[in-house]
């Protein structure tokens, strides 16, 4: 195991992140919040420790790929180690470096969940690290790593491997780093287009900043305490719902667009999958509270709908509405789309889109068999035939998802929270959404959990974030480090 390759990654990482907290910096100062030298302090911490990682150790050329899932992993911890310095340095948790700990793992895998009582009171520069995390946690503060890499004399196509969700690692480019410049591309002119049309809705510059960082990463932090509905605008809404869309749609598809391939977006079956499965959704939804008499509006209850729908889909976590108030089995639909998520390569969580997908297509191939079995069935999924390597993945990855959240939810309960917190706060951390039922609910937030189901839900958050494998390959090699080869 090549750990001076792994630790001299993990200090550039470190450095990437000390120069990001130079913006949050800027507006604390311009706000004068009064959280400027928790910045300073955490920029200084960061930034020597990052380059004495980095430009002490020697290391070889090649990664290997177990060496790549091991950097991935530690690099979000060391993400939310020293990310957490400035809230610890401002106060806002007191001395609580789990709370820290904790807000920042949420951040860097967008997941949105809080321990924030009063988000509007705490001080500007540390609510825009808190969405600027988000951001960076998107698109993978790793991916932005792998463009410096090879000047380094780094390979950088194991980490592109382990960093990039979904059983598919579709390449742009040849080149691993061009691809990266590509997706990072796609993900800034996203940035700037949607921070301009909020502001054409009257939001400022640093709101309307927070608020995209927030979308397009699929993360929900907000820098009010009622999330979008705050701003009791439908413009907002809208602008936020078509965003929270395309950050759930594989970003493969984006350079497609970009380039006028539109046939190829049209026949992506995940695609058109993951639109109907929105759409049909949104229809359930909006007709189960309109009819139930929680809102006698149907419009409004459509425009309830569509937002949250959008919303828990693609796992953002923004609210509009507290939909603890809607009925019991739309409660239950917005669970299911917690654990469909986005598409394969977008910034959302959850299991992904294809999946679900192969999942259900294998069942009907089984029931095939079953029917007939002197037939001879192929899997496939389009026109194009499922690997029986890529079906074993995803079937192992299902049902790794599914054991996970189950101990997850026993574990709460033996802590002695109620059984729909305990699930829904168990796949809400897991599928990287935040909010979730009861306690956890649309208005809630994490605060009252005690420390240790704090660093399980954030182990849960890193897990989801890293699609399961990454996290846990870094915990065998500990246990087992002789018997990966």
């Not at 895998?109 to 969405?131: D, H, M």
């Not at 927030?214 to 078509?242: R, W």
């Not at 009819?291 to 006698?296: D, I, M, Q, R, V």
Request: net charge positive; glycine share 10%.
């Amino acid at each position: 195991m090549n750990w001076r390759a792994i630790f001299k990654i993990q200090g550039i990482l470190l450095i990437i992140i000390a120069a990001s907290m130079c913006f949050p910096l800027i507006f604390s100062l311009y706000y004068r919040s009064g959280d400027a030298m928790a910045f300073i302090k955490s920029i200084a911490i960061t930034l020597v420790t990052g380059f004495m990682l980095a430009f002490f150790l020697r290391s070889g050329k090649n990664l290997r790929t177990r060496e790549g899932f091991i950097i991935v992993s530690l690099g979000w911890l060391f993400a939310a180690l020293f990310g957490s310095l400035p809230f610890l340095f401002s106060g806002v948790f007191g001395t609580n470096f789990v709370d820290c700990f904790f807000e920042t793992m949420s951040g860097f895998t967008t997941t949105g969940a809080t321990v924030l009582r009063n988000i509007e009171a705490a001080p500007r520069g540390l609510l825009f690290w808190r969405s600027f995390t988000h951001w960076l946690g998107g698109m993978g503060i790793i991916l932005l790593a792998i463009i410096i890499l090879p000047t380094l004399g780094l390979s950088s196509t194991q980490l592109f491997r382990a960093e990039v969700p979904g059983p598919t690692k579709e390449k742009i480019s040849p080149k691993v780093k061009n691809t990266a410049l590509i997706l990072w591309g796609i993900y800034l002119g996203l940035t700037v287009a949607e921070t301009l049309l909020l502001m054409l809705g009257g939001l400022d510059l640093y709101t309307a900043l927070c608020h995209t960082f927030g979308t397009l990463a699929t993360g929900g932090f907000s820098t009010l305490n009622a999330s979008i509905a705050g701003f009791h605008s439908l413009y907002v809404e809208m602008v936020i719902l078509v965003f929270m869309f395309l950050a759930g749609t594989s970003f493969v598809l984006h350079f497609s667009l970009i380039k006028g391939r539109f046939s190829e977006i049209l026949h992506n079956r995940e695609w058109r999958f993951y639109s109907l499965l929105i759409l049909v959704s949104i229809l359930i939804t909006a007709l189960g509270i309109y009819f139930s008499g929680t809102e006698n509006n149907f419009w409004t209850a459509l425009r309830y709908a569509a937002f949250q729908v959008v919303s828990i889909t693609t796992t953002t976590g923004y609210v509009t509405a507290n939909f603890e108030l809607w009925p019991a089995f739309i409660r239950i639909l917005l669970i299911f789309l917690m654990f469909a998520g986005g598409c394969s390569g977008s910034t959302g969580g959850g299991m992904k889109q294809i999946r679900l997908m192969i999942g259900t297509n294998f069942i009907v191939k089984e029931i095939k068999k079953a029917t007939y079995p002197n037939a001879k069935f192929t899997l496939k999924l389009g026109n194009e035939k499922v690997s029986d390597d890529m079906l074993k993945n995803v079937i192992a990855f299902i049902l790794l998802f599914l054991m996970i959240f189950a101990s997850g939810t026993l574990f709460l309960t033996f802590r002695g929270y109620d059984i729909v917190t305990a699930f829904s706060a168990s796949v809400a951390t897991l599928s990287n959404i935040g909010p979730g039922l009861s306690r956890v609910g649309a208005i809630e937030n994490y605060a009252f959990f005690d420390p240790a189901s704090k660093i399980v839900l954030s182990f849960f958050m890193l897990l989801g974030r890293l699609e399961l494998y990454s996290v846990l390959i870094l915990f065998y090699y500990l246990l087992h480090p002789r018997k990966i080869y």
